[in-house]
């Protein structure tokens, strides 16, 4: 049976004819409800995104995989995998691949639910530095959180790079589910979700919907919907980004816990996974 709130696999999603380099891919949109569009480039060596900057929306964005130069409004910044960045509507930025192996990196376009509504202008330099706030963070050098595991919080390490306490009305959220890990049942009733798998193999709820996860798919959440993630690996663990829409803190989602994830809940499937997987 269909899925009521479908996985998107990246390598499903084509790439999108932007006129600029690198393999540009949008796998969540307004087609999907969300107000927000997910974004997912590939970038390969010395390629360049050139000076530009998005009028509408709030950018926030993840490097996966190799490195280079990052430039926000004059300031200049060496990034690599694990570094969060945050870009607010209106300031110019750019980045080129300085190594040499291909850079990919996930973002958000927050509030805008197609590429148009970004409001995206190219722009000759990126001018002057005048940002105040944090706007690049390597989730390295972020505390991990102190869950209550009372309320479903079966994490193993949970950080904030970005909310309401460095300037950001979204929050940004990296989790690493180690084998067995389970973030139970529960609902963010003031928000949207969208969360991206980097790494691992799980089992992810979603309403009535129960369905296995793997690297490279993104998930889409709607405020209220009831929804949690288990790691069904025995060695491997689960390595998951992703954004509260519109929430600068987990208090400001609506978080609530529902309920346990049962053994006939993680021995349900309501639909067929295209992936072979290996644990």
């Not at 790079?161 to 589910?177: M, Y």
């Not at 025995?234 to 049962?262: M, N």
Request: charged residues 20%; negative net charge; glycine residues 10%.
């Amino acid at each position: 049976m269909p899925l009521n709130y479908p996985l998107v696999d990246v390598n499903d999603v084509p790439i999108e004819n932007t006129g600029l380099p690198g393999e540009f891919r949008i796998p969540i949109s307004g087609k999907d409800g969300s107000t927000t569009s997910a974004f997912h480039l590939t970038l390969q060596p010395g390629e360049e995104i050139r000076p530009h900057r998005n009028d509408n929306c709030e950018e926030i964005s993840v490097y996966l995989s190799g490195h280079g130069e990052n430039i926000i409004e004059g300031q200049s910044f060496k990034v690599r995998e694990g570094h969060c960045m945050r870009v607010p509507k209106g300031v110019a930025h750019q980045f080129q691949n300085t190594s040499e192996e291909p850079v990919q990196m996930v973002g958000f376009y927050i509030g805008a639910d197609t590429l148009a509504a970004r409001g995206f202008k190219t722009v000759d330099t990126v001018g002057a530095a005048t940002l105040n706030g944090e706007h690049l963070i390597h989730w390295n050098d972020v505390k991990p959180e102190n869950m209550d595991r009372n309320e479903g919080w079966h994490i193993n390490d949970f950080r904030l790079p970005f909310g309401t306490h460095n300037g950001s009305t979204t929050t940004l959220f990296r989790a690493q589910f180690f084998p067995g890990a389970v973030h139970k049942k529960h609902a963010h009733k003031n928000c949207e979700e969208i969360y991206y798998l980097i790494s691992g193999h799980g089992l992810a709820g979603a309403g009535d919907d129960r369905v296995e996860v793997t690297a490279g798919q993104f998930h889409y959440i709607p405020s209220g919907v009831e929804h949690w993630l288990h790691n069904l690996s025995e060695t491997e663990p689960i390595h998951v980004i992703g954004v509260y829409i519109g929430s600068g803190s987990v208090a400001d989602t609506g978080y609530e816990y529902h309920a346990d994830v049962t053994s006939e809940d993680i021995a349900t499937r309501t639909a067929k996974t295209k992936r072979k997987f290996k644990c």
